[in-house]
């Protein structure tokens, strides 16, 4: 099956947001238990920081912060 990888990054973007634990001007930090691809397709955007550390959590920009947040609401808000 073919894909659309942009609204896979989206949703994990979106889902990143469940999982941030700590938040600051700086941006925000989530755990990194999703797909390897799809987390370094997000670090290649800008989105968050390098996944292959030792570290547990990525960091969120505070753009992707907001997008993420916006992109959760689009996608999974009920009307």
Known sequence: MDYDWNK???MVLALLSLGIAEEDDWGARAWKSYDWD??????????????????TSV????????????L???HFARA
């Open 8 to 10: 896979v990054d989206e």
């Open 38 to 55: 799809v987390m370094d397709r997000l670090h290649a955007k800008g989105y968050i920081s390098d996944p292959k550390s030792k570290a």
């Open 59 to 70: 960091v969120l920009s505070p753009s992707a912060v907001k997008l993420a947040r916006e």
């Open 72 to 74: 959760f609401d689009r």
